[in-house]
C-alpha cells in the first residue's frame, strides 16, 4: 500500500482516507452537468471542485430569479387566488 493511499486526514475524531476523497470527488464530478457533458473522466479534483462551486452559484441565481418572479406573478394575482398559491408553497 502506497503512503499516499495510507494517509489519512483527521477532522474532529473522523478519519478521511485518499479514496474516500477521491470517491467524493468522482461523485460530484458525475453531478456536474457541463464537467459530465465536456470532459473526460481525467478532470482534476481541483477543477471538479471550481465547476462545483461555479454550478452551486448558477442554482443560487436561478432560485433568486425564479423567487422573484413568483413574487412579481403573485403581486399581480387576485388575494385569493394568491393566498392559495402560498399555502401551497408552505407545505
Known amino acids: 500500500m502506497s503512503t499516499r493511499r495510507s494517509r489519512s486526514r483527521q477532522s474532529g475524531s473522523t ?11 468522482s461523485k460530484l464530478h458525475q453531478l456536474l452537468p457541463e464537467v459530465r457533458n465536456r470532459c473526460s473522466d481525467k478532470v482534476s ?3 471538479v471542485l471550481q465547476e462545483t462551486c461555479s454550478y452551486i452559484r448558477s442554482l443560487h441565481r436561478e432560485v433568486e430569479d425564479l ?3 413568483l413574487s412579481e ?3 399581480n394575482t387576485d388575494s385569493t387566488q394568491a393566498s392559495i398559491i402560498r399555502s401551497l408553497l408552505m407545505q
Not at 15 to 25: A, M, S, Y
Open 67 to 69: 423567487s422573484d418572479r
Open 15 to 25: 478519519l478521511i482516507t485518499d479514496d474516500q476523497i477521491n470517491d467524493l470527488v
Open 45 to 47: 479534483a481541483a477543477r
Open 73 to 75: 406573478l403573485l403581486d
